[in-house]
C-alpha cells in the first residue's frame, strides 16, 4: 500500500529557529510535493520536486527552501522560523506523469512561538 | 492567478440525504479534477476523480458530474452517513503539469 510518511506529526519552535521537516515515500515516485494547509484557505503549494536535486517553486515559496538528496525523501527548511509559517503541512507523492493522484502524509502541525 | 472556487465553506446534512459540494474554475485548460477527502489528524485521500471528456462518474455513493462549458464540477454524495462526516477538497491540475490547485475546502457534517 501506498506510503508517505511525516517524521513528525506536532512540532513547536520558537521564532528565528531553522526548522527541518521531513517526508519519506515508499512508492517510488518520481513526483514530491510540500503544501500548508490553512483554515479557509485550502492547500497551497510551497515547493515541488520532479526529480533527485531538482525543483521548482511552487505558489508560496517566500520564507522555505526544500532539499531533495534522494528520490524518496523530500525536506522543506524554514530558514528562520516566523510565527506567520504556524500552519498543518502536508507532503505528497505521485509519479512523474500528468494526472496522476497525489498520495499525503498526514501532516505535520508546526507552531512558531 | 489560477483559481478553484469551492463553496458552499460548510455544509449539515441529515443521514440518507444528498450531499452536494460545487466547484469553478477559471480561464485555464484543466484537465483532471480529483477530489480528496480528509478526516480530521489525517491527510487528504484521492476519493473520486475525472476528466473533461466526460460528464459524469460514478463510485458507489459518490458522482462527479462536470459541466465543461460552464467551467463548474461538482461531487455528490448520496445516502450521507455520518462516517462521511469529513473536509472535502475539489481540485484541478493544468494541462500537462503535474501539479493541483486546491479549493478552500468544504467541512461537512452527516446528523445522526
Known amino acids: 500500500d501506498v506510503k508517505v510518511t511525516q517524521s513528525s506529526r506536532y512540532l513547536v519552535k520558537r521564532t528565528g529557529e531553522k526548522v527541518f521537516l521531513e517526508c519519506v515515500q515508499d512508492m517510488d515516485h518520481e513526483n514530491m510535493f510540500w503544501y500548508r494547509q490553512d483554515p479557509g484557505l485550502g492547500l497551497r503549494l510551497i515547493y515541488f520536486?520532479?526529480?533527485?536535486?531538482?525543483?521548482e517553486k511552487g505558489d508560496i515559496p517566500e520564507g522555505y527552501s526544500v532539499s531533495r538528496e534522494k528520490k524518496e525523501r523530500f525536506s522543506l527548511i524554514l530558514e528562520s522560523a516566523s510565527t506567520n509559517q504556524t500552519s498543518m503541512y502536508l507532503c505528497?507523492?505521485?509519479?512523474?506523469?500528468?494526472?496522476?493522484?497525489?498520495?499525503f502524509g498526514d501532516g505535520t502541525r508546526l507552531s512558531i512561538l | 492567478q489560477q483559481q478553484v472556487k469551492q463553496s458552499p465553506q460548510s455544509l449539515i446534512v441529515q443521514k440518507g440525504g444528498i450531499s452536494i459540494i460545487n466547484c469553478a474554475y477559471e480561464n485555464t485548460a484543466f484537465d483532471y479534477f480529483p477530489w480528496y477527502q480528509q478526516f480530521p489528524g489525517k491527510g487528504p485521500a484521492l476519493l473520486i476523480a475525472?476528466?473533461?471528456?466526460?460528464s459524469e462518474k460514478k463510485e458507489g455513493r459518490f458522482t462527479i458530474s462536470f459541466n465543461k462549458s460552464a467551467k463548474q464540477f461538482s461531487l455528490h454524495i448520496m445516502d450521507s452517513q455520518p462516517g462521511d462526516s469529513a473536509t472535502y477538497f475539489c481540485a484541478a491540475s493544468p494541462s500537462g503539469t503535474y501539479k493541483y490547485i486546491f479549493g478552500t475546502g468544504t467541512r461537512l457534517k452527516v446528523l445522526a
Open positions: 505528497a507523492s505521485s509519479l512523474w506523469t500528468p494526472n496522476q493522484p497525489q498520495h
Open positions: 520536486s520532479y526529480d533527485v536535486k531538482m525543483k
Open positions: 475525472i476528466r473533461p471528456d466526460v
